[in-house]
């Protein structure tokens, strides 16, 4: 299985690169399957989920740089897409796949 480069650390994209193939990534196939709009909700997901807005509580920060401008019915959209892309990450963090022997 080849491995997604936007999933590595920078010591593992020195260490093995012939490993990242953006030709054949799942991640970077199925991410370009989304609609922009779905392309977008999961960006901001992503901002999101960074450990330094968590932390620092930066909510409002990546909001105002993604320079969303929407109506109520827009934001109320993007929310309930950020739900099921949250519920998704809980599942997969909750139930990794076995590992490969």
Do not use: W
């Not at 193939?21 to 960006?43: G, I, K, W």
């Amino acid at each position: 299985m080849v491995a997604c480069c936007q999933r590595a650390t920078d010591r593992e994209l020195e260490e093995d690169p012939e490993q990242y193939d953006c030709s054949t990534c799942e991640v970077r196939l199925r991410y370009e399957a989304l609609s922009e709009h779905d392309q977008q909700a999961l960006q901001t997901y992503e901002l999101l989920a960074l450990g330094v807005v968590q932390d620092l509580r930066l909510t409002n920060l990546v909001f105002d740089v993604a320079g969303l401008r929407m109506t109520r019915a827009d934001a109320r959209s993007l929310l309930l897409k950020l739900d099921v892309i949250h519920r998704d990450a809980q599942q997969a963090r909750d139930n990794p796949p076995p590992a490969e022997s």
